[in-house]
């Protein structure tokens, strides 16, 4: 599978968001790009199609910066996918060929698990994951 670096980055940047999340406290922008090294004049790109989606809010000014628009309990992985890369879900199906209705059906099926899965996935889930302590032995 290849994941875009903007999608990456997306998922990073919305995950350091929901680290930070109490519905009131901005974070800005240099803060994510510094925490996830991310370029800031990428971030901004990465944010602005997040906020068109209604994923992130911005606020400006000097004490501006980024928040989850919402709980990020109710924020799906699959909507920051959608928003970054809409296509990223969606196999073109070729009908070409003896083999061809086989394999698409093959994809069309890996294609629903991973939605599937991508849609039962909170942002908070994601962000817990990585919070989660690791025990070494």
């Given at each position: 599978?290849?994941?875009?670096?903007?999608?990456?980055?997306?998922c990073?940047?919305?995950v350091?968001?929901?680290?930070?999340?109490?519905?009131?406290?901005?974070?800005?922008?240099?803060?994510?790009?510094q925490?996830?090294?991310?370029?800031?004049?990428?971030?901004?790109q990465?944010?602005?199609?997040?906020?068109?989606?209604?994923?992130?809010?911005?606020?400006?000014?000097?004490?501006?910066?980024?928040?989850?628009?919402?709980?990020?309990e109710?924020?799906?992985?699959?909507?920051?996918?959608?928003?970054?890369?809409?296509?990223?879900?969606?196999?073109?199906?070729?009908?070409?060929?003896e083999?061809?209705?086989l394999?698409?059906?093959?994809?069309?099926?890996?294609?629903?698990?991973?939605?599937?899965?991508?849609?039962?996935?909170?942002l908070?889930?994601?962000?817990q994951?990585?919070?989660?302590p690791?025990?070494?032995?």
């Amino acid at each position: 599978m290849k994941i875009s670096q903007k999608l990456d980055y997306a998922c990073r940047a919305c995950v350091q968001l929901a680290k930070h999340y109490d519905g009131e406290s901005i974070m800005r922008l240099d803060a994510v790009a510094q925490a996830e090294g991310i370029s800031a004049n990428f971030l901004v790109q990465i944010m602005n199609d997040l906020k068109k989606a209604h994923i992130v809010t911005s606020r400006r000014g000097k004490a501006g910066g980024y928040l989850l628009e919402r709980d990020p309990e109710t924020i799906l992985l699959s909507e920051i996918i959608i928003a970054i890369e809409p296509s990223f879900l969606h196999y073109p199906l070729s009908r070409e060929g003896e083999s061809a209705p086989l394999v698409s059906h093959l994809w069309s099926q890996l294609a629903e698990k991973l939605e599937s899965h991508l849609s039962e996935m909170s942002l908070k889930q994601l962000a817990q994951k990585e919070e989660e302590p690791m025990y070494f032995i």
